[in-house]
Nanobody, 125 residues
């Protein structure tokens, strides 16, 4: 069974930083693109960032470009999201996911087959 477990969320002041981790089990992480999505109360799920199998290509939503960095350590079967210069609008539950679809873009949630339960990020002003 494939499991993804996020960690690293918490409460921070605006301008602060957090580093989220996504630990995978059940299969080799390097075989799949990884993505981060977020969802705030009353809002739809939003793409945040994605990374290719080797880590050579990354993709970011315009709202987080220049502030967030996605990375992965395939030897440890773990993906990361470094979040800097946080603003209150970043407040959401953040989910990591594994992408296996050949027919959806990396920013489309339909491309992802496995999802973690999420970790809460709250940014105060």
């Amino acid at each position: 069974q494939v499991q993804l477990v996020e960690s690293g969320g918490g409460l921070v002041q605006a301008g602060g930083s957090l580093r989220l981790s996504c630990a995978a089990s059940g299969r080799t992480l390097s075989n799949y693109y990884m993505g981060w999505f977020r969802q705030a109360p009353g809002k739809e799920r939003e793409f945040v960032a994605a990374i290719s199998r080797s880590g050579g290509s990354t993709y970011y939503a315009d709202s987080v470009k220049g502030r967030f960095v996605i990375s992965r350590d395939n030897a440890k079967n773990t993906a990361f999201l470094q979040m800097n210069s946080l603003i209150p609008e970043d407040t959401a539950v953040y989910h990591c996911a594994e992408d296996s679809s050949l027919f959806y873009s990396t920013s489309d949630y339909r491309a992802y087959d496995y999802w973690g339960q999420g970790t809460q990020v709250t940014v105060s002003s």
